[in-house]
């Protein structure tokens, strides 16, 4: 048994291009939380394979909140969203897996939930887009920056899946 990670195992692995060590940061909303939908949300990613590297729950900031959604502080829903989020507990994950980010995003479903597929977390347990549940970063890039504005130095753990082998080839 070697004890290698498994960034260092995926580059070994067969495809000069899977980068099994992409992060994406998820996050529940307070929505998500009130209605008891956080373990079927970590059941999902558990079970599609993907590594949990990082959990906790959280109380937002406005602060915190304005960075998150730096792109959408001049929108007219904005401080709707803010007030949305800031009305409960948040519960942030960190997931590492090949495609990670582009996949968690289709895992999701579409931001409006009306326009979300069966079969996706928006999909199957929301109405309305501004109660849909979850959140997921939209770029490699984004997940960096989403990663590093929600956990502490530390909190992103890199650990042995003992699942590695069984679930990329
Ligand atoms: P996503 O969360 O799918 O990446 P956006 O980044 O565009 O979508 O928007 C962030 C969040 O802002 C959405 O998930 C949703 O909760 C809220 N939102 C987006 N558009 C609207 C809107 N038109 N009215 C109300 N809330 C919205």
Redesign the pocket.
């Known amino acids: 048994l070697t004890l290698s990670t498994a960034s260092s195992r995926a580059s070994s692995k067969s495809s000069m291009t899977m980068n099994a060590a992409e992060k994406t940061y998820i996050m529940i909303k307070p929505d998500g939380v009130q209605r008891g939908i956080v373990g079927n949300i970590i059941s999902r990613f558990e079970q599609k394979g993907y590594k949990l590297c990082a959990l906790k729950t959280k109380q937002a900031s406005k602060e915190l909140l304005e960075q998150h959604?730096k792109d959408?502080v001049e929108k007219p829903?904005f401080p709707?969203?803010r007030d949305?989020m800031l009305s409960g507990p948040v519960v942030c994950m960190v997931w590492e897996g090949k495609e990670a980010v582009a996949t968690g995003r289709k895992m999701?479903g579409a931001?409006n939930p009306l326009e979300s597929a069966p079969g996706t977390i928006r999909g199957d347990f929301c109405i309305e887009?501004?109660r849909?549940i979850c959140?997921?970063s939209?770029s490699v890039e984004n997940a960096e920056r989403e990663i590093g504005l929600w956990f502490e130095d530390g909190e992103v753990l890199d650990w042995t899946d003992h699942s590695f082998d069984w679930v990329y080839e």
Request: charged share 15%.
């Open positions: 959604y959408l829903f709707k969203l949305y999701l931001t887009v501004g849909n959140h997921g939209d």
